[in-house]
Antibody, heavy 116, light 113 residues
Framework: EVQLVESGGGLVQPGGSLRLSCAASGLSFSGYSMNWVRQAPGKGLEWISY????????HYADSVKGRFTVSRDNAKNSVYLQMNSLRAEDTAVYYCASSYGHLNYWGQGTLVTVSS | DIVMTQSPDSLAVSLGERATINCKSSQSVLSSSNNKNNLVWYQQKPGQPPKVLIQWASTRESGVPDRFTGRGSGTDFSLTINNLQAEDVAVYYC?????????FGQGTKLEIK
């Protein structure tokens, strides 16, 4: 069974930083691209980042470009999202999701709240 | 960026009846390499992550009831739910995986009338 488990969310002040982690099991991790998708409270889904299995290709949504950095460690079956210069509008549940084409497996998400 | 537009934003259908959700992309998501539409439908229930219902616009995921049917090609797609059940109450999203950024529709909230 495939499992993706996010961690690292919490309350942070505007301008602060947070690092999210996503631990994967049950899949050949290095063979999958990984994504981060967020969902603000009561809102829709927003794709924010993508990294290929070898980390050779990385993409970001314009809304987070220059502030967020995605990385992965295939030896640890994990993907990370370093979030800097956080804003109130970054408040959301953050999901990691694997992709082989579409986003096929999703974690349960971790809540990030940016507030003073 | 490819803009995905769903209609309607919300929908109320009686139990046992049919619900249809539409999704339109601002440009074609049909891949010339495999002649498949890079379009997926998700179902999201409160407090849960999205669940894949249909990929390649019309291929039902394993375990998804055959009441769910995806159709369309190019820029126009639909998700039809026949014989609506109470457990189908959810928000439904389409998403294109033709290119980056992977854009979602705004979601359609399905309720029981």
């Amino acid at each position: 069974e495939v499992q993706l488990v996010e961690s690292g969310g919490g309350l942070v002040q505007p301008g602060g930083s947070l690092r999210l982690s996503c631990a994967a099991s049950g899949l050949s991790f290095s063979g999958y691209s990984m994504n981060w998708v967020r969902q603000a409270p009561g809102k829709g889904l927003e794709w924010i980042s993508y990294i290929t299995g070898s980390s050779s290709v990385i993409h970001y949504a314009d809304s987070v470009k220059g502030r967020f950095t995605v990385s992965r460690d295939n030896a640890k079956n994990s993907v990370y999202l370093q979030m800097n210069s956080l804003r109130a509008e970054d408040t959301a549940v953050y999901y990691c999701a694997s992709s082989y084409g579409h986003l096929n497996y999703w974690g349960q998400g971790t809540l990030v709240t940016v507030s003073s | 960026d490819i803009v995905m537009t769903q209609s309607p934003d919300s929908l109320a259908v009686s139990l046992g009846e049919r619900a249809t959700i539409n999704c339109k992309s601002s440009q074609s998501v049909l891949s010339s390499s495999n002649n498949k539409n890079n379009l997926v439908w998700y179902q999201q229930k409160p407090g849960q992550p999205p669940k894949v219902l249909i990929q390649w616009a019309s291929t039902r995921e394993s375990g998804v009831p055959d009441r769910f049917t995806g159709r369309g090609s190019g820029t126009d797609f639909s998700l039809t739910i026949n014989n609506l059940q109470a457990e189908d109450v959810a928000v439904y999203y389409c998403q294109q995986y033709y290119n980056i950024p992977r854009t979602f529709g705004q979601g359609t909230k399905l309720e029981i009338k």
